[in-house]
Nanobody, 122 residues
Framework: QVQLVESGGGLVQAGGSLRLSCAASGRTFSTYNMAWFRQAPGKEREFVAAIWRTNGVTEYADSVKGRFTISRDNAKNTVYLQMNSLKPEDTAAYYC???????????????WGQGTQVTVSS
């Protein structure tokens, strides 16, 4: 069982930056792939970024490539999402997810956080 708690969301102007954190409980964090998804009102949950459990391989949605960076610290059971050059279209609730076989599809993740709101004003 893994519990995930996100933090770091907030209101920021376009062009600004935020850093999201996701703290995981349990001693098996390093065995899970980790990802960030987001969901805007009236839209489906969409993939943002993922990081492999041990070798640090990452993948990003085209819409955030070059602006967002996912990283993890297995010693601290924490995954991060550094978001730079934020745009109003990045406004959404951001969710952290953990899954042994997860990658870009929400259904491949078994554990989810409660979400943290990111609002980017123009």
């Amino acid at each position: 069982q893994v519990q995930l708690v996100e933090s770091g969301g907030g209101l920021v102007q376009a062009g600004g930056s935020l850093r999201l954190s996701c703290a995981a409980s349990g001693r098996t964090f390093s065995t899970y792939n980790m990802a960030w998804f987001r969901q805007a009102p009236g839209k489906e949950r969409e993939f943002v970024a993922a990081i492999w459990r041990t070798n640090g391989v990452t993948e990003y949605a085209d819409s955030v490539k070059g602006r967002f960076t996912i990283s993890r610290d297995n010693a601290k059971n924490t995954v991060y999402l550094q978001m730079n050059s934020l745009k109003p279209e990045d406004t959404a609730a951001y969710y952290c997810a953990a899954g042994a076989a997860g990658w870009k599809v929400p259904g491949t993740y078994g554990y989810w956080g409660q979400g943290t709101q990111v609002t980017v004003s123009s």
